[in-house]
């Protein structure tokens, strides 16, 4: 069975770092694309990042270009999402999905993903 279970969440203050993982487990974490999205009270769900399954492409939500930097470890079974220069818009709960490639990530085709791990930014 297809598992993902994210962590890293905490109250940081604006300009602060976190750094969230997704493990992965009952499949092999190779052969699929992982993204995050997230969502916050109110607010649509947004696309993050995603990363390929080779670990070669990476791409971003241009709210987080420059800030965020999305890495695998295959070996490992976990992604990371490395959140640096946070800001209070970058509140929200954080998740982490698997789909067949990146393309249908941000299309949102993707049907698991983990219970989420929350994130908020506050002075």
């Known amino acids: 069975q297809l598992q993902l279970v994210e962590s890293g969440g905490g109250l940081v203050q604006p300009g602060g770092s976190l750094r969230l993982s997704c493990a992965v487990s009952?499949?092999?974490?190779?052969?699929?694309?992982i993204g995050w999205f997230r969502q916050a009270p109110g607010k649509e769900r947004e696309g993050v990042s995603c990363?390929?399954?080779?670990?070669?492409?990476?791409t971003y939500a241009d709210s987080v270009k420059g800030r965020f930097t999305i890495s695998r470890d295959n070996t490992k079974n976990t992604v990371y999402l490395q959140m640096n220069s946070l800001k209070p818009e970058d509140t929200a709960a954080y998740y982490c999905?698997?789909?067949?490639?990146?393309?249908?990530?941000?299309?949102?085709?993707?049907?698991?993903w983990g219970q989420g791990t929350q994130v908020t930014v506050s002075s």
């Open positions: 990363i390929s399954s080779s670990g070669g492409s990476t």
């Open positions: 999905a698997a789909a067949p490639r990146c393309s249908t990530f941000w299309s949102r085709g993707y049907d698991n």
């Open positions: 009952g499949f092999t974490l190779y052969s699929y694309a």
